[in-house]
């Protein structure tokens, strides 16, 4: 029987279980961060499209997938962010390649500033909401909406509304299957993070390779806020996702696979 091309474990980091996906292959590590209601299984396509040139792993951040979650957890940006510390020491990682993702580059961007392991960072479409700024654009209740039907088993439904962008029928599937895991409260605390966390300091302080990625379609990143990031880290690589949604990695997916190619240092071999 042929081995399978990746595989999920646990790991004791941080004080807490840590979840997360492997994708074994050649090259540098990354790791990837998801969002607010992402676990780790609905990246596994973009796992298994790096797995040709880089060694992945995925991570169910604190409160999503099969990572700890319960009333005893701090679920806020800075516990998330010395779990993703800790994940990668407990992997043995030399400066991976992080990839966040909405959230998820926050989390990554506030370990950054601290100087905390990464190589370099990509962070894909992160709220720019913060004090004085303008809120995370879509809405926390719509976000819990989508999550109580899928833990009320009422998922499937849900997703093919007209409230919803519409996935691709796989991935539709898993995200119906693996949203009843992620815990309610830690999507609260993330959007008072959002709203109460200073992502533009934590940007302005990070010493490694960053690039952004606004998605052109999202609304999330608007034209001042980029200038503003830009103003505070005159470092940061902007590439823009042309006409791309905020969950680019699900409903523009070969926009999404050709700027990794851009991105990353793929060898001619494997694009």
């Known amino acids: 029987m042929a081995a399978p091309s990746f595989y999920g474990a646990h790991v004791r980091a941080n ?4 979840h997360y996906l492997r994708f074994p292959g050649p090259g540098r590590d990354i790791v990837i961060v998801p969002g607010i209601v992402s676990p780790a299984a609905l990246w596994q396509h973009v796992g298994e499209f790096l797995q040709a040139g880089f060694d992945v792993r995925i991570l169910d951040v604190r409160g999503r997938g099969l990572s700890e979650q319960g009333s005893h957890l701090d679920y806020r940006v800075d516990a998330c962010a010395a779990d993703l510390e800790a994940f990668i020491a407990s992997q043995a990682l030399r400066a991976p390649i992080v990839i966040g993702h909405s959230m998820g580059a926050r989390i990554a961007a506030r370990l950054a500033a601290r100087g ?6 990509i962070m894909l479409d992160p709220p720019c909401s913060g004090p004085g700024k303008r809120p995370y654009p879509v809405p926390m209740d719509r976000t819990i909406k989508m999550l109580e ?9 849900y997703l093919r509304g007209a409230n919803v962008a519409p996935w691709p029928e796989p991935l539709l599937r898993q995200r119906a299957e693996w949203l ?4 309610p409260r830690a999507v609260h ?3 008072l993070d959002f709203q ?5 300091a934590d940007v302005a302080g990070i010493a ?6 606004p998605a052109q379609a999202s609304g999330v990143i608007l034209a001042d806020e ?3 990031l830009q103003a505070g880290q005159p470092a940061l690589k902007v590439v823009v996702a042309e006409g791309a949604a905020h969950q680019m990695q699900a409903e523009n997916i070969d926009t999404f696979f050709t700027l990794l190619r851009t991105m990353l240092p793929f060898k001619e071999t494997e694009i």
Do not use: K, M, N, S
């Open 189 to 191: 605390e993330a959007y």
């Open 196 to 200: 109460e966390q200073d992502f533009h």
């Open 226 to 228: 980029l200038a503003a």
């Open 208 to 213: 490694c390779p960053v690039t952004l990625v």
């Open 15 to 18: 004080g807490i279980r840590q």
């Open 180 to 183: 009843a895991t992620c815990d």
């Open 116 to 121: 905390g392991g990464i190589g370099e960072l």
């Open 149 to 157: 039907a899928c833990r009320r088993g009422e998922g499937d439904a």
